[in-house]
């Protein structure tokens, strides 16, 4: 083959190399026209691709320029630029075309979705936030949405029967029954939950009685039943017990959590004098506590 008789042979390769590629993206811009706005990203998609196409292209002329070069160098006469040579100057170009096309829809594919909180992800997050309530709620609000209530509560009953002794595994049980309660409709069954909460709580008392978290949650969740089953009173006591034990020992920053429901506690049960020194109390000791400043201030009526 003369050197002269390359350039048909490259007009043809760049010809071969252009239908393929102008046609998978013609095939691409059809493939999506749910309106107008689509239709013009198409264009611009395909206009993109042509411009790129037309740099391939160039590329390619260089590549086959390169081998005439060579074969000029060569002995005069009938040189032959081996046919392999030809075809990897065409793959290298449309492999080249290939890695820019991939770029291209990688960076415009939507980003991968979050992965979905598991009930073992959601336990764990649960044990991690301790007495942190709002993070706990927050949590549970998700395992709620996510339909793994039953399943972290599942979890949370086998770690009692892996740790029977353990008194704050008792109190992660009441507290995932108490959740449980919140899912399930006004009534009967409402109880039933309760019931198993309080059970859970009085456990862990019986292993720990200065269990602050079983006590407190015992004392929250007996202030929360209707008013006509008369569980108030107990409620009341609980959290009275809970300041007394509070007195022996270090303040702590949920101690004052003590003060401010059973202020709120004594307020409903028509206590307001009782309810006004609980608050005045906890805020003394935790000044900074803005739930107790604003009790004290509407209690005040300032």
């Not at 590629?21 to 206009?47: I, Q, Y």
């Not at 015992?218 to 409620?235: D, H, I, R, T």
């Amino acid at each position: 083959m003369k050197p002269i008789l390359l350039l048909p042979i490259a007009v043809l390769v760049s010809a071969a190399a252009s239908y393929v590629l102008c046609s998978t993206t013609l095939d691409r811009a059809e493939a999506a026209r749910p309106g107008d706005a689509a239709r013009a990203a198409d264009v611009e998609r395909l206009a993109t691709s042509l411009r790129a196409l037309e740099e391939g292209q160039q590329a390619l002329a260089r590549e086959l320029a390169s081998l005439k070069s060579d074969a000029a160098l060569r002995s005069g006469g009938d040189v032959r630029v081996p046919v392999a040579e030809i075809e990897a100057a065409v793959a290298r170009a449309l492999a080249a075309r290939g890695r820019e096309v991939a770029a291209s829809e990688t960076s415009n594919a939507p980003a991968a979705a979050p992965a979905k909180r598991t009930a073992r992800d959601g336990y764990a997050a649960l044990a991690a936030a301790g007495f942190d309530w709002e993070a706990a709620q927050k949590i549970w609000k998700e395992l709620r949405e996510a339909g793994l209530v039953d399943e972290v509560l599942a979890l949370f009953e086998q770690n009692t029967k892996d740790a029977p002794n353990d008194a704050t595994a008792q109190v992660e049980l009441g507290k995932a029954y108490l959740q449980k309660l919140f899912t399930v409709p006004a009534g009967p069954e409402q109880g039933l939950w309760a019931m198993k909460a309080d059970k859970a709580f009085d456990t862990a008392l019986g292993l720990d009685d200065h269990n602050w978290s079983a006590r407190f949650n015992k004392a929250v969740s007996l202030s929360n039943w209707p008013a006509f089953l008369g569980k108030q009173g107990a409620a009341a006591k609980q959290f009275e017990t809970l300041l007394a034990q509070q007195s022996e020992g270090p303040a702590r920053p949920e101690h004052a959590q003590t003060y401010f429901f059973l202020g709120n506690l004594y307020q409903s049960m028509g206590k307001g004098d009782d309810a006004l020194s609980t608050w005045r109390k906890g805020l003394e000791l935790f000044p900074e506590n803005a739930q107790l400043a604003t009790q004290v201030q509407n209690a005040q009526g300032h």
